[in-house]
């Protein structure tokens, strides 16, 4: 950001937004710090809304561009997590179906099918764990 803009920016601030300053035990506050992260939310808007909620007033959604469900980098990254257990779990499940096989199928079409199946999902679980 150029100078300019950020003093353009500083001005619209302190026109539109005040300063609230709280002195509070540190574990709290580290915990309230810790939980915001892990929850990919800002400090700010968890004390706007409870602050709203405190004094009966409403927030304005603020409109965003980006319309992700999963809009915060922790937030992709617990789905991506959660996608990868539940690929795991059928990855598992394949291999159990597989090794099931009687000795007189295991080169089958089916068997076949399952250790490519088992190949895709082991790479794709890769990929997944790769990304985040």
């Known amino acids: 950001m150029s100078i300019a ?16 300053k709280a002195s509070l035990e540190k574990d709290l506050v ?46 992709r990254r617990k789905m991506l997590a959660i996608i990868a257990d539940q690929l ?13 096989f009687p000795e007189n199928l295991r080169s089958s079409i089916r068997a076949e099918s399952a250790d490519d199946s088992i190949e895709k999902l082991s790479e794709a679980l890769d990929m997944i764990r790769e990304a985040y």
């Open 5 to 20: 803009s950020t003093k353009a920016k500083q001005r619209w601030n302190k026109a539109h937004y005040a300063e609230i």
């Open 30 to 75: 580290e915990c309230f710090k810790a939980k915001c992260k892990e929850n990919g939310v800002s400090i700010a808007s968890v004390l706007a809304t409870q602050m709203a909620g405190y004094c009966d007033k409403t927030i304005k959604p603020k409109k965003r561009k980006n319309k992700l469900l999963y809009d915060t980098r922790p937030k």
């Open 88 to 100: 795991d779990d059928i990855l598992q499940n394949e291999i159990i179906y597989r090794d099931n």
